[in-house]
Structure formats: C-alpha cells, structure tokens
C-alpha cells in the first residue's frame, strides 16, 4: 500500500475484508488488513477523489478544500452544479463528468426499480422488443415545420384511401405490402412508422425513469415525436448510463433504452466499483497504452520482459470477485450486505480486498514525462473569399502519452486522445472576430497541479458567453454563468488542471524565469469535443480521465500541499440590457510539484499551405461556427449540451 492512498486515518478505523462468494466479511482494523495485503477500497457516501483530499496520510499539512463538500453533494444528489437544492424529481446524473454516484444513490435508483419502473413501464405498454427491432440506424434531432407523427398520419390516410381504392380493407395496411401499385406507399408508411415506434417507446422509458425536465420528470412531449423536450431527455439518459452523446438516437442509447432495467442498474453500479477501486489502489493503467503498443515489453526487477497490462481492469475484476458483486442478482444482494455494515446507508463503509500485484515500476515516489503529439494541424484561415467553410481533414488526431521511467526504462502508461487549439472567435473592437488559438510546441513542465481550478474571463470574452439559461422553479431563468469560470465540474477547466510551464534559463542552464502562456491539460465538461472537435489551445482530457490521472500522479510524487489559493475578482457586464456581475474568490486548490514534470509538446504534421499560425483578428465572414467553437467533420448538433466553455486568454494564477 501506497502512504499517501491509505485508509488508515479514515475515521471509521475498521474495515470489512471480503474473499470471494460465500465467505462472511471479516472484520479487521485497517492497518491489520493493510499488513495482511489487502486494498481498502472507501464506499462510503462521504467519499472523493485524492484530488480533493485535506491531508496527506502522516503528515501535518491539513488544507480545507473548498470544493470537496460541493462534490460530495452532488454525488449523493443534494445540490446541481450551482449549489441550489434539486428538485424532488431531480438528479445528477455526472459519471461523464468526474462525479460518480453514492452507491447510497445507486441503490435508491435499483429499488426503484421494483417499485416504480417497472410498474410505470408496465403499464405504459413498453416493448423493448420494438427498439431491439429497429435497423433503421441513427435518428438525428431535427426542429422541423411538420413533424413525423403529422406526416405519418398523412401517409396511413393516403395509404387507406389507396387500399380502398383498390376494394382492400382499408384496417389491414399489411394488404398493401408488395403489392405492384401500393407496395412503395406502404413501405414508406412502414418505415416511418417503425421510426415513429422506437421513439414512442424510447419516450415510455424515458417518462418512467423520469429523465424529462417538466411535470416532475415525466414531460410535456408530442408521443413518438422527436421533439425538444425528448432529446433533452434522451441525452439526460445517455448520461446516466455513461454514453457519450449529444441527444440523438444511436446504435448505443437505443440498446441501452432496450437492456433490462435491472442490468442497467448493475452496470452502473460496477462503474462505481471501478472508480473507488482505482483510487484505493492508486493505479492508472486501463489499456490504452497496451493497445497502442502492443509489442512493447519492458523488464521488471528480475530481468524478466513483461508486456504492458490493463492494470484498472484487473483490478476492478478481482474487487468484483471479492464483492460477489459478478451478476445482477448477487450484486443486488451484496448490496443490501454492504449497506447493512455501513450503518445501514452505507456512510463511513471500507472493504478490503486483495487484488493482483501491481508492476514492479509502481514507487512511492515515481519519475514521469508526458508527451503530447498534436497529430495533424490546420493554419489554413478555414473560410474561402466567399465565407464557405473549407475542408481541413485530419486522419492523425492529438494524444496524450505519459510514461514512467523504470531502471532507464521509458514505459507508457495512459495513450489518451486530447485537444489542440484552432479557430475561434473572440470580441475585438466591439465585434466578434476570428482569431487562431495556437497550442504552444516544445518543452514544457508541469509544476503545479490545481484542483477545481478557476477560470478568469478575459476582457475579449462575447457577454453571450458569460450567462446561461437556467430551468429552475418551472421556468427559464438567465443567471451568470458561474458553473463555466468554477469553481465547477462544468468549468472551462473541469475538475482539475496542470499548468505548461516554459523554464526560461540562464547561460550556465540555472532557471531565469518562468513563463505562462496560459496552456492546460484539465478535464473537460465538453467531452465530445475530445472526440472529434478542438479547444482553444489547452490540451482537454474527459473530466473522469483527468481526475484519475491527477489523483495517480499525486498519489506517487513528492508534493506541497498549499491549499485554496484566495482571488478577489469581479466585474459587471451588461447582456441583453441587464446587468450581471461575476465575483470569484478562489483559483483553486493546489498541489506544488517537489520536482517538476517534463511536458514535450510536439509539432505535429502540418497540413495546408501555412506552416505558422496567423497572428491577429479576422473579421468573421459568416455565422457559421469556427472549428474550436462548433461541431466540425461531419458531426451532428449538439441540442441537448452546455455550451462550450471558453479556456485560453485566462489570468495566469500566482
């Protein structure tokens, strides 16, 4: 067990061993299960990421962290992202976002299902036979004049009058299938039909689970209608089901609307497992690095060549072993166990379990470096003298590899895909340009890390972009948008952040100065964006990557930990004839560095006649979206996300 991951100061003091299926858990102090080789994994409600940890396991460094209550909350579903009580209907659905459910909610959510989904589905006629069905492949949300379900009435009262017509029953619309006149009519009656049923049945889900915004969760919606309201419903499912997504129907969400109630609940349940399970053991490689280089080989202390692992994996495998956690009917049973031996609701709830020895390369304190590539790279302006967007395609997209060094070794752990900076706009001289956000190439260090870091808007930030649309109490409401600047999981740096620092030296290579351009890697909100899209200089990771990787690094370097870093910041504003006003107290909490991180930044391949960034503003020659501020390559809207926050351009902190 590593110092600083260890549960011995956990209050509770104890911990409950488990050993696989049918053996009774044991209970033992926490440092006995320690020296018998066991992990102990925190399930309790009261539980947070070693990023947001107050105190660094025997020493006297206690820090108050500011965001660690704010986190809690909303993992057990008190507070939304501003603080402000939920609704009664209302939850957080945020696995995507850094913040995984209690097992506490979990458990309300499996219970539920027995006594008030399944019912509801019950008796709303739910087939997900009907969803299992569909080979029609993705449906996009689209805001037309006339709907499907009115065109759909058109067709089948066409095709009666057709069939009638014909001296068929007008009430058998089967009669019209492959028949030489009526057969086209038909199939195009069926085929929006059979359209029409996937949403009206993926609506009866979504009304029971009570993922719609109004009338306490079960909406206000057109049946089998791809309106507003179910698109935002739909990408409330996707979320608690940790789908990526924007809202419309895929090959994913629709099996995921047809899985059973009861292994949904258990999949989400395992999600839960993984995260604690990874931060009590303190390890970070999921496989990524082993997909990528799958030849690699390193040795370990013996001598002996070891290819790379996906050490989450086989970690979280060995815990749900040990949990009998394995299937839908034990995993509900463990439950009710576990909650029992966490004072009944799972508060201050430890279990031990062993699981598989971690690499020889794992240290207390271990050596890293991190490279990101930028894969391909446009500084082409992306807009022709006429204002029609140009195609800038990209077939090698941005990376992130960190790597520890191991007996002159350089072993990859994490390959993850990352953002690079391009096109956006910006306010200058009272208008919205564009200009190009460049991200920064060469060798950088990571000095500091910061959790639930604060995000400064800069005087060229669009008044559009510091407010937001709120639904709270029933109605809309424009409020400031404290969420972006954090701090927030929402925030334009997510839950966690580190700084690219350039060293400036002297002659004799002794540190002159140090410069901040304002480049991060943090966590993001906007996790589509990781996929296919840009940012605006900084390096974005999904927000649960980025707290896993910083809780890891933490939890294996030498660090000071200096706490809440104070701001007094405010400034009024003025949108749409109101006047809004930001004040920001803290940039974050920090962690400094003993020894800082090395950061290369490559080049990347250039594409396109420029080889350099354009340097200052261009006048926008349309209204269509610059790469880093909407979808690009093909990709669909996103109705049902926040918008993108805004990142580059900030206050460089201390």
């Not at 889900?205 to 698109?231: H, I, N, V």
Request: aromatic share 10%.
């Amino acid at each position: 067990m590593f110092p600083k991951t260890s549960q011995r100061e956990q209050p509770a003091g104890h911990a409950w061993a488990f050993d696989g299926p049918g053996a009774a858990p044991r209970r033992l102090e926490i440092a006995a299960a320690e020296a018998e080789g066991y992990t102990v994994i925190d399930l309790g409600n009261s539980w947070v990421p070693y990023i947001f940890s107050e105190k660094t396991v025997a020493a006297e460094d206690l820090q108050p962290n500011d965001y660690r209550k704010r986190y809690i909350d909303l993992a057990n579903n008190r507070v939304d992202a501003d603080g402000e009580p939920l609704d009664r209907h209302e939850r957080n659905f945020l696995e995507l976002y850094g913040i995984p459910p209690t097992l506490q909610v979990v458990a309300g959510e499996w219970r539920a299902v027995d006594s008030e989904i399944g019912p509801c589905l019950q008796a709303a006629g739910f087939d997900p036979e009907v969803l299992r069905a569909w080979t029609g492949g993705g449906i996009a949300y689209e805001n037309k004049k006339m709907g499907d379900v009115r065109r759909l009435a058109r067709l089948k009262a066409g095709l009666e009058k057709d069939l009638k017509k014909a001296k068929l029953d007008p009430n058998d619309l089967e009669q019209a299938k492959g028949h030489p006149k009526l057969g086209k009519a038909y199939d195009n009656w069926r085929a929006l039909q059979n359209k029409v049923d996937v949403i009206d049945h993926a609506q009866r889900r979504l009304r029971c689970e009570k993922m719609f915004q109004s009338a306490e969760g079960e909406g206000t919606y057109t049946q089998g209608e791809f309106d507003s309201a179910t698109t935002h419903a739909l990408a409330q499912f996707e979320k608690k089901h940790a789908i990526m997504g924007w809202g419309h129907f895929t090959r994913e969400n629709i099996e995921a609307l047809a899985r059973p109630q009861e292994e949904s609940a258990h999949r989400r349940l395992l999600r839960v497992i993984e995260e604690r399970t990874v931060s009590a053991a303190a390890i970070l490689e999921d496989g990524s690095a082993a997909r990528w280089k799958s030849k690699f080989r390193y040795k370990d202390r013996h001598g002996e060549e070891q290819p790379l692992r996906d050490v989450v994996r086989e970690s979280v495998d060995a815990a749900v072993v040990a949990l009998d956690l394995g299937t839908p009917e034990t995993a509900r049973r463990q439950l009710d166990k576990l909650s029992e031996l966490g004072s009944g609701n799972f508060d201050d709830l430890l279990v031990a379990v062993k699981l598989p020895p971690r690499p020889d390369y794992y240290l207390e304190d271990m050596t890293f470096e991190v490279v990101i590539d930028r894969g391909d790279v446009w500084y082409d302006f992306p807009f022709d003298s006429t204002g029609k967007r140009l195609s800038q395609p990209r077939e090698r997209y941005p990376h992130i590899t960190v790597y520890t060094v191991y007996e002159g070794q350089k072993i990859p752990l994490i390959h993850w895909r990352t953002t690079i900076g391009s096109w956006r706009s910006e306010m200058y001289n009272g208008s919205e340009h564009y200009k190009y956000k460049d991200s920064d190439v060469g060798p950088r260090v990571w000095k500091e890390i910061v959790a639930a870091p604060v995000w400064i808007p800069p005087a060229t930030t669009p008044p559009r972009e510091l407010v937001r649309r709120k639904w709270k109490d029933g109605r809309v409401r424009t409020v400031v948008n404290n969420a972006e600047f954090g701090p927030s999981y929402t925030s334009a740096y997510g839950l966690v952040a580190a700084y690219h620092i350039k060293e400036i030296k002297n002659p004799d290579g002794t540190l002159k100065a140090d410069f901040d351009n304002s480049i991060r890697t943090h966590g993001s909100v906007d996790y589509m964006s990781i996929l296919r899209r840009y940012s605006h200089g900084c390096h974005r990771l999904y927000n649960m990557s980025a707290v896993r990787l910083f809780s890891f690094i933490l939890g294996h370097r030498q660090f000071v930990r200096e706490g809440q870093i104070k701001l007094g910041f405010s400034r009024e504003f003025v949108h749409e004839d109101q006047t809004f006003k930001i004040a920001l107290k803290t940039r974050g909490y920090r962690y400094k560095l003993v020894q800082p991180i090395a950061v290369d930044v490559t080049e990347g391949r250039i594409k396109g006649t420029r080889k350099t960034p354009l340097e200052g503003y261009i006048p926008k020659p349309n209204n269509t979206p610059a790469p880093a501020d909407g979808p690009v390559e093909g990709q669909l809207p996103a109705p049902a996300e926040p918008a993108v926050p805004v990142e580059n351009n900030v206050l460089s902190p201390g």
